[in-house]
T-cell receptor, first 111, second 114 residues
Framework: GESVGLHLPTLSVQEGDNSIINCAYS??????FIWYKQESGKGPQFIIDIRSNMDKRQGQRVTVLLNKTVKHLSLQIAATQPGDSAVYFCADYNYGQNFVFGPGTRLSVLP | GAGVSQSPSNKVTEKGKDVELRCDPI?????LYWYRQSLGQGLEFLIY????????KSGLPSDRFSAERTGGSVSTLTIQRTQQEDSAVYLCASSLDSGNQPQHFGDGTRLSIL
């Protein structure tokens, strides 16, 4: 993930709408990617992962899209609920180095 | 429990004191990681263990920081002569093996240095 400084970008969505959270990574050799959700006072929670031999992977209400050409990852959350409010961040990995974590995006679900 | 357990959950101490943070990984996970998270920042890698060995200590900020893991299970992160800039949330994660495996995190220890 890339560092974007001290201020977390925030995404506000209406309850029931779909959310799209984006992440850029810098290492073109990265071959494994994870999305995490972190609620206040809690540790990061694994949501979904994807390997570089795939472009898309779906879970329950979540979809991850990987565009290796532009080194971009996105997380789509369908029918966003109040419980989805949290900070979401991506992590990328390539063999021989540790995971690199982005600073995250704060998702705020409006009633 | 089935998850990664960290203790204490909160620690407040005076500048100059030593602190010890504990991590109990998921049973059977051979890889264990320590990270530091400051307000609004991404996770800062500190050190990881494969079994009891620490192949990568490159993230430790200074020689005041050390970590050990015994029996391939519990790990402790020790910070000596704490400074105010050490205040952060210290997170531990474990995975089945090192490399391209999902890391599962504990809820962290929130460390405050007065």
């Amino acid at each position: 993930g890339e560092s974007v400084g001290l201020h977390l970008p925030t995404l506000s969505v209406q309850e029931g709408d779909n959310s799209i959270i984006n992440c850029a990574y810098s290492n073109s050799a990265s071959d494994y990617f994870i999305w995490y959700k972190q609620e206040s006072g809690k540790g990061p929670q694994f949501i979904i992962d994807i390997r570089s031999n795939m472009d898309k992977r779906q879970g329950q209400r979540v979809t991850v899209l990987l565009n290796k050409t532009v080194k971009h990852l996105s997380l789509q959350i369908a029918a966003t609920q109040p419980g989805d409010s949290a900070v979401y961040f991506c992590a990328d990995y390539n063999y021989g180095q540790n995971f690199v974590f982005g600073p995250g995006t704060r998702l705020s679900v409006l009633p | 429990g089935a998850g990664v357990s960290q203790s204490p959950s909160n620690k407040v101490t005076e500048k100059g004191k030593d602190v010890e943070l504990r991590c109990d990984p998921i049973s059977g996970h051979t890889a264990l990681y320590w990270y530091r998270q400051s307000l609004g920042q991404g996770l800062e890698f500190l050190i990881y263990f494969q079994g009891n060995s620490a192949p990568d200590k490159s993230g430790l900020p200074s020689d005041r920081f050390s970590a050990e893991r015994t029996g391939g299970s519990v790990s402790t992160l020790t910070i000596q002569r704490t400074q105010q800039e050490d205040s952060a949330v210290y997170l531990c994660a474990s995975s089945l093996d090192s490399g391209n495996q999902p890391q599962h995190f504990g809820d962290g220890t929130r460390l405050s240095i007065l």
